[in-house]
Structure formats: structure tokens, C-alpha cells
């Protein structure tokens, strides 16, 4: 037999009751019937109406010797009338309730529902909003400027000899952030080669100028894309890195045990990541100018008929070490931009799973935009210098 069918056939009890009485200063609730979800059942309005005759009852209690059968209709019912009775200071005797009742009722009731945790949906104010994003704003300023202030005497105790950090730790980090980084730099370099020397000859073709391609990506990659490219590459491998392993060492509370054992966090987790991401950033972005180079010298050979030694001369002509200098000191800016970004964020993140990916992210953003802007002062730097 289906379950349908069982259902249809299961015999439908009487339909619940709700009989109010008097009996001095006590207002008597007789239940009786079939209290399931599935009935009709009273609603505590009748009960309301009850009360508000004259005079007001001081107790409500039960008589449920009549009820035949209950369910979580039931519970419902006397959940709903606790809370209205409650508001108008009568007391609820439930000793005539069944025993089962009474047990579940005491159970929902143990634990107060806790003042202020529901989501109240009040909408805050516009100049509230500007405040507290006012307030937010100065304080992450403070935090950073405070950080900034410990990674300079982090330095200043590493250049007298007195900063505690393995060295062990130092050559991982450089090996992780370093060599590790290779494969995709070389992929992502050499491909943006390629779309800047394809761009570069859609245009140069019209006027017979395909050799300027060769100049084109040279500038273009030891000036700046070079430098841009792997600085963006590390801040979303080797930043986010940073900010997940400090930040989970913060979940873990293991910079906490690092400082009760006398052991400053910033000389032990943060100098070694800042330090080898500044020595090997600059050495990425020498690597990213030559792959980037290797990938327009494809594109010359392959699609403009242009010999090799012909597309190398001509780079050699036009990239000068001026230009090579600016792409090396924008990848040394970035180095210490991205590690210091990346430990930021990690020192910053709070105590849940949660806060890891947010730090995470966070640490991701702050790097790339940081690279932006360093990106744009160094340029009008170079241009008002004449370089």
C-alpha cells in the first residue's frame, strides 16, 4: 500500500477543542480532541479575548484530560501563549499539561533566546555609514602605519645583528618565492611578449615598420610590463601565501606562543618574508624582461619574416640600461610592497577560517593596487627626471 493511501485511511480523531473557564482568580484552559498540525486548532486570540474580561485572572492553568492525541501543534500553541501570557504577567501552571509536554516545553524554554540576536533590519542612516567607514579608514591607516613602524625596527635590529630569524627559514622562503615562481612567470611573460609584439605589428605593418617591433616590446617589457607582470604574479601567488600561513598561525594562536616565549613575531615571520621577497623580486623581473623579449622575438621571426640577429640588434639598439635600471627598481619597489602587504594582512586576520580567506584576499588587493600606484609615481618620477 502506497503512502498516500496509508494517510487517507488513518482515522481522523475529534477536531481539537479549547474550553476557557473561572475558577476564582484562575482562568482553567480545558483541551481536549486531536492536537496535531494536520487539524484546525484554536488560536491563543481566544485565550487573549478570555483574559481581557473583567477581572483580570492572576494564573491560567490546563486540563488536558480530553486531549486524544498531540503533536508539535500542540507545542506551538503553548509556546505562543507562554510568550503572550508572559507580556501580561500571569502566570502559566502547566502541572495539568501530559508529562511529554511538559518535558519538551521545559526544554524549548531552558536557554533564553539571547537579547539582540536576531538581525534587526533597520536601515542605518547615511552620515552613520560615512562615520563608521571614516572611523574604519583612520584606524586601518593607524594599524598600517604602526606595522610599518615595527618592520623598520625589525630592519634596523637585522642590519645590528641583534634580529632573531633561522636562516633556514630565510632560504626556504627565497627558494618558495624565487625559484618555485619560475614556471608561471615564464608562461605569463612570455605571453604578454607575444600580445604586445601582435599589437605592435597590426599597426607597424601599415607603414612597413615591422622592425620597430623589436623596440616596442623591448621598452615596453624592461621598463615597466616586466617589472608590472611579475610583481602581479607574486602578489597573487607569494603575497596571499604570506597572509594565509601568518594568518592561520594567528587561528592557531601560534604568534601568541611565539610571544609569551619571548620571541618577537615581526623578527621571527615577517623579516625573513620581506627580506628574501625584495632580494628575489628584482632578479623575477630581469628573467620576466627576457622571457617577455623571448615572446616578441618569436612573433618577429614567425609572423614578420624578421632573421634573428636582425630582431636582436635591433633591441639591442633601442634597450639601454637606463630603461633596465627603472624595471629593476620598480621589481625591488614591489618586492617589498607585496611582502609587506601580504604579513599585513596575516598579523591583521582575526580568530576563524573565515577571517584566513578574508586576509587572504585582502592581501591579494592591497598588493596589485599597490603595484598600480607605485607604478604611476615612478612613472611621472622618471618623466619630471628626464629619464
Keep these: ?14 477536531a481539537a477543542e ?6 476564582g482568580d484562575a482562568l482553567v484552559l480545558t483541551l481536549s480532541g ?21 477581572p483580570q485572572p492572576m494564573r491560567v492553568t490546563f486540563d488536558s484530560k480530553g486531549i486524544s492525541a498531540w503533536d508539535s501543534g500542540l507545542l506551538r500553541f503553548l509556546i505562543d501563549l507562554t510568550g503572550s501570557m508572559t507580556q501580561k504577567k500571569i502566570t502559566l501552571e502547566k502541572d495539568g499539561l501530559p508529562e511529554g509536554v511538559q518535558r519538551l516545553l521545559a526544554l524549548a524554554t531552558a536557554v ?20 563608521d567607514g571614516t572611523v574604519g579608514l583612520w584606524k586601518s591607516v593607524v594599524n598600517t602605519l ?26 626556504l622562503v627565497m627558494q618558495e618565492c624565487g625559484a618555485q615562481a619560475l614556471p608561471i612567470v615564464t608562461l605569463i611573460s612570455a605571453l604578454v611578449g607575444l600580445i604586445l609584439a601582435f ?19 623591448g621598452i615596453a617589457m624592461v621598463r615597466a610590463m616586466g617589472a608590472i607582470m611579475a610583481g602581479i604574479i607574486m602578489a597573487g601567488r607569494t603575497g596571499a601565501s604570506f597572509a594565509a600561513q601568518i594568518g592561520t598561525m594567528q587561528v592557531n594562536e601560534e604568534i ?13 615571520l615577517v623579516l625573513p618574508r620581506v627580506l628574501a621577497l625584495t632580494i628575489m623580486m628584482p632578479l623575477l623581473t630581469l628573467y620576466a624582461d627576457f622571457m617577455g623579449m623571448l615572446g616578441g622575438l618569436v612573433v618577429g621571426v614567425v609572423g614578420l619574416d624578421l632573421g634573428v640577429m636582425e630582431y636582436y640588434n635591433a633591441t639591442k639598439e633601442m634597450v639601454n640600461l637606463t630603461n633596465v635600471a627603472i624595471g629593476v627598481f620598480s621589481g625591488f619597489t614591489f618586492g617589498i610592497l607585496i611582502a609587506i602587504a601580504g604579513c599585513l594582512r596575516g598579523m ?40
Design 34 to 54: 486531536d492536537w496535531k498540525l494536520t487539524g484546525d486548532l484554536p488560536t491563543v486570540s481566544r485565550v487573549e479575548e478570555e483574559v481581557k474580561k473583567s
Design 112 to 131: 533564553p533566546e539571547r537579547k539582540g540576536a536576531r538581525r534587526e533590519g533597520k536601515k542605518i542612516p547615511f552620515l552613520t555609514r560615512v562615520g
Design 199 to 217: 599589437v605592435g605589428a597590426i599597426q607597424l605593418k601599415l607603414f612597413g615598420a615591422q622592425i620597430f617591433v623589436a623596440a616596442l616590446v
Design 256 to 268: 601568541d606562543a611565539l610571544k609569551t616565549a619571548g620571541i618577537p613575531p615581526m623578527d621571527f
Design 18 to 23: 479549547l474550553k476557557a473557564s473561572r475558577q
Design 348 to 387: 591583521q586576520c582575526g580568530r576563524s577560517a573565515s577571517a584566513v580567506g578574508d586576509a587572504t584576499r585582502s592581501a591579494v588587493v592591497t598588493g596589485i593596487v599597490s603595484i598600480i600606484v607605485s607604478t604611476a609615481v615612478i612613472t611621472v618620477v622618471c618623466a619630471i627626471l628626464g629619464f
Design 146 to 171: 604602526e606595522f610599518l613602524g615595527e618592520v623598520t625596527v625589525s630592519f634596523l635590529r637585522l642590519f645590528r645583528g641583534k634580529a632573531r630569524f633561522r636562516l633556514p627559514d630565510l632560504w
Design 1 to 14: 500500500m502506497s503512502r498516500k493511501a496509508k494517510l487517507t485511511s488513518e482515522p481522523v480523531g475529534p
